[in-house]
């Protein structure tokens, strides 16, 4: 009986079966199988070629001892609190400036987007040539008389990470702009005309009443920012090849760099894992109260 | 481009209607108010076009020049010498072709990784709106998951997969690891919009006798054109800029324009050509450049879609 109905179920929708092979490998095979693998190899002793000897949790007590990766969660720490912080204020506020039932609107909006265009490679040595304290922004400003001046973040490893935060911002606020102004635009024009009524100042109203009505929009903002801050690499890698000395490492730099170069691949495996937990911190949470309070309310 | 409606007044006064923005009225053209609004606003995008307006400015001087003048200084002598000698005789190693070699990888990479992802996760969304089978939600719930997962953390068993197919390291290997990474925002989008459209259109087609793939080619395709666009914008730039997956699956010969770029403005050898360096930045950054300003709306539409991928 069996027997004739799993061939008549297998073969059911078999185009749709067919046309969804792509997702299902990808999904099984690199996604799941591939992050399954990194992890299990994370706890070997893995050099040049991936060997399984399992030696515990040596990678991880070597890569929470290696200064470098040290430096590198630090300078994360940094650029992510700049990230998160600047581009959610500065993407709101230009927001809510082009909100304002302005002309050349649409103008505005190209130029504060354009950015978001470029790679971070391009982003990156822009910026690199900006900074330049030879010949960019410092030597203008000594040359206009204060001869003192010292504006040179690229070349100065204590400010070095701030310097790729000017970069990153320039390039990301747009988006956040944009994410920001249709939440504006989704809001309902009579709540602006109730506040106008109650005499409530502009500020106040988009500081107690706005902002909070645009609660799910910041939190998927925030995710994405957040989701972006784990992933930097290439802008670093540009701008200052994580230079002077390893002062603007950053993880993923971390983890090609030990995969691809040293030749070490335990070390690249575990800090890779490193970055899907934290990834795991901010993603589960945020998917829990998305989608998990809908469920029981 | 996308300002173009705003310089006609009545079509801008429509469109701001349609749109529907908050917030107080303008009063007088001259008020403090809009001193101020229009003031922030214009400072603001001198700060954002400065970057464009150097590269620009110093791609086009001389190097005596640029080491006695000041960066933001308009040219005294124009020169397009740097742009020739960006396109066709910059170094990176041993190549001495300029990025010509990098440009036309770029091309060889996007276009069949463009088609290929969209192929894929345009059935693949058709299939998931209108072609439910069981298990296929699982599938597409693991799938949106693991776009948040880091590359880094899937980049060496792909390695692994890639050598023992045997096209690691070629072109046609970099254009499949696109196409599985490009997956997943690609699938959300097209599945969506197929799930938005008259479930009626379906059913009958069905009654008519059309199949899968009847219907996916005389029917949705037709009137789906327009995410079309949006997920070719969206794969176009985000193929274009990518880097990561460029150094990590080329070699130095199929190497994209970004990588190539990378090595040569930040090479150690030699004497650094600013003016070059820029040239060429721009040239790498022209293509998704162009595609943002022809684009405009549609480009919005995209990146509204492809945040979500984070």
Known sequence: ?297 | MADVASLSPGADALRRDAAGPSGPKPRHVLSRRNIFLYGTLIVVALYYLLPLYVMIVTSLKGMPEIRLGNIFSPPMEITFEPWVKAWATACTGLNCDGLSRGFWNSVRITVPSVLLSIAIASVNGYALANWRFKGADTFFIILIVGAFIPYQVMIYPIVIILREIGIYGSLTGLVIVHSIFGMPILTLLFRNYFTSMPEELFRAARVDGAGFWGIYLRIMLPMSLPIFVVAIILQVTGIWNDFLFGVVYTRPDTYPMTVQLNNIVNSVQGVKEYNVNMAATILTGLVPLIVYFVSGKLFVRGIAAGAVKG
């Open chain 1, 1 to 297: 009986m069996s027997n004739s109905e799993r061939p008549n179920q297998l073969f059911r929708n078999l185009n749709a079966k067919i046309a969804s092979i792509p997702m299902i490998l990808t999904a099984l095979v690199v996604f799941v199988g591939g992050t399954a693998w990194t992890v299990l190899y994370s706890f070997t002793n893995s050099k040049l070629l991936p060997r399984l000897s399992f030696v515990g949790l040596d990678q991880y007590h070597r890569l929470w001892s290696t200064s470098r990766w040290l430096v590198s969660i630090e300078n994360l720490l940094i650029y992510g609190a700049i990230s998160l912080v600047f581009s959610l204020v500065i993407g709101f506020l230009l927001a809510a400036l082009l909100d304002q039932k302005i002309r050349f609107e649409d103008t505005f909006r190209t130029i504060f987007l354009y950015p978001f265009a470029l790679s971070f490679i391009v982003t990156g040595l822009v910026w690199q040539w900006l900074l330049n304290p030879d010949f960019g922004v410092q030597r203008v400003v000594r040359d206009l008389g204060w001869t003192s001046f010292s504006f040179d973040p690229l070349y100065n490893s204590s400010i070095v990470i701030y310097g790729i935060s000017i970069a990153a911002l320039w390039q990301g606020t747009g988006l956040i702009m944009c994410l920001m102004l249709a939440g504006l635009r989704g809001i309902d024009e009579d709540i602006w005309k109730a506040a106008r009524v109650d005499g409530i100042p502009a500020w106040k109203t988009y500081l107690f009443i706005i902002i909070p009505m645009m609660r799910p929009v910041f939190i998927t903002t925030l995710v994405i920012i957040a989701a972006g801050i784990v992933k930097v690499y290439d802008l670093v890698v540009a701008q200052t090849s994580g230079g002077p000395g390893i002062a603007s490492e950053v993880p993923a730099k971390y983890v090609y760099d030990y995969m691809f170069f040293a030749q070490n691949l335990g070390q690249g495996f575990a800090a890779s894992t490193m970055m899907l937990l934290s990834v795991v911190i901010v993603i589960v949470p945020w998917a829990y109260l998305e989608f998990g309070g809908k469920k029981r309310g």
